[in-house]
């Protein structure tokens, strides 16, 4: 659905808590490769359907059927969207609009911020199932929150409130159930109003930086700051400040 330059991308599985399936995964990758390409899309929201998950998990009663060879698959799957999400050239939004457990707080890390309602509950609980993190969970979340968060939430696998995720910076903010759709929209017409190759750079040089050397991400960073001078935009939100009127940001 969108909304101007907003796509709002739901996963649609409310009988299950929205679960991930490799059906819903698969439609996943789908929606935000859809997004990626379309040109009037600026910023995406992802949420769950019905006011009790944003995504509960992996579908359990799928993964019990399943292989070695075949859970390491569905494994792949999981990762190769999340790792999609992660580096959408536009930002994504998860609105966590109840339950994030398992694979639905690894797809809330994939995105670039968290809006989180107060009485929502995330965690990583694979191991009462006699399983790990299997979506890049253990790999997010060590850089999101560091090791002794990480340690403690996989194993454990008890959930944290939205209070305790936000002192670890696992979320960005947390809203009350009436204010969560207009701070997640306030976030959202913010970006789809900001430069959106300047936005698509930032989200490169995090990217590159948060992989690589100090050195390799200054010289990117660098490279990305020099080359936003050769855009319209650029000239457009500089002219405006020196003007002091509002920028108008046409993706050029």
Do not use: W
């Not at 599985?13 to 059906?23: F, Q, T």
């Not at 580096?87 to 939004?93: F, S, T």
């Not at 850089?143 to 194993?155: I, K, N, P, S, V």
């Amino acid at each position: 659905m969108d909304h101007g330059a907003i796509r709002t991308v739901t996963v649609q599985r409310p009988e299950k808590l929205n679960a991930l399936n490799g059906e819903t995964l698969r439609a996943l990758a789908a929606a935000f490769e859809d997004a990626a390409r379309d040109p009037a899309v600026r910023v995406v929201i992802l949420t769950g359907a019905g006011p009790k998950a944003f995504v509960a998990g992996a579908d359990i009663s799928e993964m019990n059927t399943l292989s070695a060879v075949q859970g390491r698959d569905f494994s792949i799957l999981g990762q190769r969207l999340m790792r999609q999400i992660e580096r959408m050239p536009k930002p994504v939004i998860a609105r966590v609009n109840g339950f994030a457990l398992g694979g639905g707080l690894e797809l809330a890390m994939a995105c670039h911020l968290r809006i989180a309602v107060d009485t929502a509950r995330l965690g990583q609980p694979e191991i009462t199932l006699g399983l790990i993190p299997g979506f890049g969970g253990s790999q997010r979340l060590l850089r999101l929150c560091g090791r002794a968060a990480t340690l403690e939430l996989c194993l454990l696998g008890t959930p944290i409130d939205a209070a305790r995720a936000l002192q670890l910076g696992l979320v960005n903010e947390v809203a009350g159930a009436e204010a969560l759709d207009a701070r997640v929209a306030a976030h959202a017409e913010r970006l789809a109003n900001a430069a959106p190759l300047a936005l698509r750079a930032l989200l490169d040089a995090v990217h590159v930086g948060g992989e690589c050397s100090l050195e390799s991400g200054l010289e990117y960073e660098s490279a990305q700051f020099g080359l936003l001078f050769a855009t319209q935009d650029m000239r457009e939100g500089t002219s405006a400040f020196l003007e002091r009127r509002p920028a108008v940001f046409q993706n050029r």
